[in-house]
């Protein structure tokens, strides 16, 4: 594998780190879980997407900057480096956008792209139901075809940041006599079409992170379908394969997090060497995000090659968000049981990642549901 950069991709880098050293706002945002942090963030998304910097992959007459997944990376590296903005639209630009770009009709993209990517609409996803979390084969909300419209009736739980967005893409079983992965069509559904009904759902943080959208004879369009009716399953694994392969958690993210962790043990080093352990759990953390970074690098050129990501990207998802619950843990094992009390932006920063570090074993497909795709598809173990 070729670790150098082109000229081309040099000079890239120069230009994003010259913009970003500009634009990047100088004071936080707010959490993007309230609705004056939202729209402050939407706004920000939009400011990068006037520059083609909120999608760089996509074509530029849909509103990114036609580049390659080499520059995302190259982009991604100056952006955490940066301290910039988290990035508020995710669901939307890294995971549907995509989603669009391989099963969506022309028509699609044109009337859903470019507002994507200038954040007019922004999106939460619609996986999980009440009874069917992980095992997103036991969807059981119903969208039944009645001439040109789909009919929907059920409820989607977990939605991040349904509150604030005006779409959501899900999942529903558009044949009532099918099971599991069978009679499931993928469709796009406007937030505010009558017979919906959102309610917030606080995180550990007490914030309205997610949500519970019930829909009661909501009607959709047979355009807002993606893909055949009776094939969301294979529309959807391509969404989680993007979600758990690669685009959703980029290694910047995770080399920014090492480097500011060993900022933290160098600073309180006296107190942390009383546990030996500390100084070997922050080298682990550092090594992590330096060999997710290669590995991420690797699975581009795969990529590139005409590769495509299946059940590998369940390793994929299992390593990135592990990786992060041990960084914070071990943040917090070095700022000691009273950090809570600390009032300094950096410490609350550790407390609020170590929250919703606690999460990432769960959503994108909870850690044990990923080891059995890998036991199954990838080692060819059988079934208990």
Known sequence: MDLNYTPEQQAFRQEVRAWLRKHVPREPLGSYDTREGFERHRAWEAELAEHGYSSITWPKELGGLGCGLIEWLVFEEEYWAADAPMRVNQNGILLLGPTLMEFGTPEQKARFLPRMARCDDMWAQGWSEPNAGSDMAAISSRAIRDGDHYVINGQKTWSTRALFANWIFGLFRSDPASSRHHGLSYLLVPLDAEGITIRPIKALNGKDAFAEVFFNDVRVPVDNRVGEEGQGWHVAMATAGFERGLL??????????????????????????????????????????????????????????????GAESSTNKIFWSELDLDMHETAMHILGARAELIDDPEVHEWLEGFLFAQAGPIYAGSNEIQRNIIAERMLGLPKN
Do not use: C, F
């Open 248 to 309: 959703l958690r980029s290694p910047a993210r995770y080399q920014r997090n090492a480097r500011k962790l060993v900022e933290l043990y160098r600073r309180h080093r006296a107190q942390a060497d009383r546990d030996p352990a500390l100084r070997e759990a922050v080298l682990r953390a550092w090594m992590g995000a330096e060999a997710y970074t290669l590995a991420s690098y690797h699975t581009v050129g795969r990529l590139q090659k005409g590769a495509r990501i």
